[in-house]
């Protein structure tokens, strides 16, 4: 695995930059490595449906991670 150290904004200006055929490339190895069942999409949306009524509230990702590392 290749590591660099660069900004988002700069990966997007590289990608800008690509040819098509390399583009299609990028974006085929990415839907790879994030494919997402049906199940978990819905409980997505059920989540952010709860979310933007008020049922439920944000946490710090330093909370999750903590809850996470624990296990």
């Not at 409980?43 to 946490?59: D, H, M, Q, W, Y």
């Amino acid at each position: 695995m290749v590591s660099i150290n660069i900004s988002v904004d700069q990966l997007i200006e590289v990608i800008h930059g690509m040819d098509e055929v390399e583009k299609i490339r990028i974006k085929s190895a990415l839907e790879d490595d994030f494919v997402i069942s049906d199940e978990a999409k819905a409980e997505f949306l059920n989540r952010k449906k709860e979310f933007l009524a008020g049922n439920i509230s944000s946490r710090p990702w330093s909370e999750i991670q903590a809850r996470y590392e624990s296990i």
